[in-house]
């Protein structure tokens, strides 16, 4: 049985639940590069040094902030890709697709944080790594166990050793040709959301629903799906 958590922890919890919340309002009004711990100690009602001791920089509260919307957009995919009676490896794929653009139209903000311009001066470290690595892989693994085309052309070194180090990080069961054409797709995804998200489709594809359908679609066909 799990230990019940004391009210110390508890109201930590919660505070830190807080600070977070005020960090993302601040992401919305402000944007990513003017992230003041200060502004949301102020918001909450809090000395700066009290929320020094949940966040001992702005790095930190980035970073909580990255990780927490990876992991956000990773639940919203991961929920689409298992294998499920009666679901073909596309209709895997172009929900987890389309799941990623639902979640980045929802969370506009988040998604500019994890996927937009970088942050001067932040780097992230093995967590922001590990959660930004979630939803590649899902996408991944629905095609594990398939074999890359007889046509597949001869990967240059530097893109064989970019395969195999993705392989590495989960995608083992899947050829390396094929790591190279998802990898290639999942660019292609993050650009169409980026295009949409960022206006760069306005006065063409606007509204971009039936356009994000048919080139999620075409990356099915890329694919072999």
Sequence with gaps: MPAVPTARERA??????????????????????ALSVRAVARELGLASSALYRYFATRDE???????????????????TVG????????????????AFRAWALEHPHEYALIHGS????????????????????ALLSVLAGMDAPADSPRLAPQVA??????????????????????AQCWTA??????????????????????????TIEALADRLGL
């Design 118 to 137: 970088p942050v001067p001066g932040y780097r992230g470290d093995e967590r922001t790594t590990a959660a930004g690595a979630r939803v590649p892989l």
């Design 83 to 98: 294998p499920r009676r009666g679901a073909s490896r596309r209709t895997r794929f172009t929900a987890a697709c389309r």
């Design 189 to 214: 995804l993050l650009g169409l959301v980026s295009s949409e998200l960022f206006g760069q489709l306005a006065n063409t594809f606007d509204p971009a629903d039936a356009f994000a359908d048919a």
């Design 12 to 33: 930590r919890r919660e505070l830190t639940a807080d600070i977070l919340a005020a960090a993302r309002r601040q992401l919305a009004t402000s944007g990513a590069a």
């Design 161 to 182: 050793e970019g395969a195999a180090r993705v392989a590495a990080a989960g995608a083992g069961e899947v050829p390396p040709a094929l790591i190279v054409t998802a």
């Design 61 to 79: 509260l980035l970073t909580a902030l990255i990780v927490e919307a990876y992991d956000d957009v990773a639940d919203a995919v991961e929920a």
